[in-house]
């Protein structure tokens, strides 16, 4: 019996003993630690730099290598700068620009009517004359002679005609020798009036009321039948003529206004407006010919270059947004507006009136809105901005310079 148990013995004797021995150490284990921590803490308190060799094995422990904050963590925002106006409201026109000559309507060539020599020339270029007034004299000897003649042969025939005529009511001459007497009579009338006619050919007038702008003749001249001896122009009827796309013919009206100008004539601008406008479309050019009555006007010249532009709409108090404002993105029109906090909101517009410098805008902007005018080229919405006189600031994406300071030391304390 005693010969077994030791025989168990030996077998398990060592296995047990280990066991034991594990029991005995493990309550152990909390206190050495402890010891150890001491011991170092204490060591580092000692030596610093084996104070940051030791934190520098533990950030290396955990197996995270921090590093310091810094500018490559931040993201800085640069303000832009830009230029700003108030809107506010005036007048605006929708304008329609054409570029045209001006024309007479009453522009006539004088014509000689007479093969004759010029007796006397009693205008100049730039005299003004009368309707009927007399501008030249041709020879008419010979025209005053023939009427002399004309008128003679005719009075002896109208007394001739008159005792024929007295005579066929007596019956005493036959019906065909009365209806010599009248038809010779009828013929020398004739006669008068043709040697008249010549002899008035000797005396050219003016055909209508207006200025000598050319003088083509000169004294002694032997003139031709049709050869042109003068040009008159009548000012008042000065008109410029322009062709009108047709998509615009709505808009059009006699009465319309108008204005033009001129580089000949610096610094003047010539309000006039529309006369007529034709009936029909030019189906070749798809346009429509409108008249301006321009008149007669200190410095306008028929066949001067001139700009026109025909207001086909206005607004006396219309909300002005400056041109030079408007940023364009393929078919839409934006500003940008100066919102809070010095950054700036993108506002598309819909052009209602346009002038020269302005447009009226559909909705969208009210009066003082204030407007970017310069520096809008590089622009997003929601952009940090800075008006002329302002110092340049700048902040993080994620909020501010002590936000990321203090969110750089939470990760380095992690």
């Known amino acids: 019996m005693k010969a077994q ?164 009511e007596q019956e005493l001459i036959s019906e065909q020798e009365y209806n010599d007497a009248t038809y010779k009579i009828d013929q020398l009338r004739l006669a008068v009036e043709d040697a008249e006619r010549e002899l008035s050919y000797a005396e050219v007038r003016a055909p209508i009321s207006g200025t000598i702008t050319s003088r083509l003749v000169n004294l002694g001249d032997h003139v031709q039948i049709g050869e042109h001896l003068f040009d008159m122009v009548d000012f008042d009827s000065i008109v410029a003529r322009v062709f009108v796309p047709e998509k615009h013919l709505i808009d059009l009206r006699a009465g319309l206004p108008a204005r033009i100008t001129s580089q000949a004539v610096r610094g003047q601008e010539f309000d006039c407006a529309v006369k007529r406008i034709s009936p029909i479309v030019d189906p070749r050019s798809g346009t429509v010919k409108v008249t301006i009555d321009v008149g007669r006007r200190a410095g306008l010249r028929p066949g001067m270059y001139v700009d026109v532009d025909l207001v086909v709409d206005a607004n006396e108090n219309a909300l002005l947004v400056p041109k030079r404002a408007l940023v364009y993105d393929n078919d839409q029109v934006f500003v940008y507006r100066l919102s809070g906090e010095s950054r700036v909101e993108r506002v598309f517009i819909e052009p209602r009136l346009t002038d020269k410098f302005n447009v009226e805008p559909l909705d969208g902007l009210t009066t003082g809105d204030q407007i970017v005018v310069a520096g809008q080229a590089g622009l997003k919405d929601g952009a940090l901005v800075k008006l002329p006189g302002e110092e340049a600031g700048a902040s993080n994406d994620g909020g501010s310079r002590d936000e990321t300071l203090a969110a750089s030391q939470q990760r380095a304390s992690l």
Do not use: M
């Open 5 to 168: 148990e030791r025989s168990s013995f030996e077998r398990t004797g060592p296995a047990a003993a280990l066991l034991v021995l594990a029991l005995l150490v493990l309550p152990l284990a909390p206190a050495l630690t402890g010891c150890g921590s001491g011991n170092h803490a204490d060591a580092a308190g000692d030596d610093p730099a084996a104070a940051q060799t030791a934190s520098d094995e533990e950030a290396g422990s955990d197996g995270a290598e921090q590093k310091p904050a810094g500018k490559d963590d931040e993201k800085k925002e640069e303000a832009v700068p830009v230029e700003v106006v108030s809107l506010d409201r005036g007048r605006i026109e929708s304008v329609l620009r054409f570029s045209t000559n001006l024309e007479a309507e009453s522009e006539v060539q004088v014509i000689s009517q007479a093969q004759r020599r010029v007796v006397k020339l009693l205008v100049e270029e730039g005299d003004t004359v009368k309707r009927g007034e007399l501008l030249l004299g041709l020879q008419d000897e010979e025209q005053r002679l023939n009427l002399a003649k004309a008128k003679s042969q005719l009075e002896q025939a109208e007394r001739e005609y008159e005792r024929q005529q007295r005579l066929h």
